[in-house]
């Protein structure tokens, strides 16, 4: 039952982050075509990433966002990002996920492992990295594309599923800096979810 409800959740939050992507994108409107391959992208990219890869053994307070500071339009992966901050002299990537142009979302660091994305917060916060946040000429910006914002409080969702205390953050909140240059105080009341709704046995009983 647990299962089925959680399933039954997932689309029905999906299906409602795609129409607020959809009538947020400015001066364009997604075509149907558009909406269902986004709808497809970021539930594949989610369904790859087995259940324990939400949930970290660490104590987690905070959910922080970033962005990676490319140019909008510009496409990275998770392993790029890597190669990165390994040239920056860090043991790994410092973000736990990367959330791409197209919404797919990849893994980045163990979640069981601190990052190294928030001077001060790494201990007992997840970094999400989505790919952008500077406009053409460089300057900081919202760049969200409509299927990274499907695919941001999906994958928050997921991550609240197992931390549901954990409170969500910019990193401009805990540095001087413009990232993820928008204000992610719009995530701050999503719940996990399977939230509402109880399991239908027992801890315990089969
Ligand atoms: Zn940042």
Redesign the pocket.
């Known amino acids: 039952m647990k299962t089925t409800n959680t399933t039954a959740n997932s689309t029905a939050n999906l299906i409602s982050d795609i129409k607020s992507a959809a009538a947020t994108t400015p001066r364009e409107h997604l075509s149907r075509e558009e909406i269902i391959s986004i709808a497809e992208q970021v539930a594949t990219s989610l369904a790859a990433i087995p259940e324990e890869g939400f949930r970290s053994s660490r104590d987690i307070k905070e959910i922080?966002?970033?962005?990676s500071?490319t140019k909008q339009g510009d496409d990275f992966s998770s392993g790029d990002i890597r190669r990165w901050h390994l040239q920056r002299g860090f043991n790994d990537i410092g973000y736990h996920f990367v959330v791409r142009l197209d919404g797919t979302v990849e893994r980045g660091r163990d979640m069981n492992l601190a990052g190294a994305?928030?001077l001060n917060h790494n201990r007992r916060s997840i970094?999400i990295?989505y790919v952008g946040?500077l406009d053409r000429a460089g300057r900081p910006a919202d760049t969200r594309t409509p299927a990274q914002r499907v695919a941001l409080p999906e994958l928050i969702r997921r991550l609240r599923r197992h931390h549901p205390a954990a409170t969500i953050h910019?990193?401009?909140e805990f540095?001087a800096?413009a990232?993820?240059c928008f204000n992610a105080a719009e995530y701050s009341s999503l719940r996990p979810d399977d939230a509402g709704e109880p399991d239908c046995h027992a801890p315990g009983s089969a």
């Open positions: 922080i966002l970033h962005c500071a994305h928030c970094g990295c946040g910019g990193h401009r540095a800096k990232c993820p």
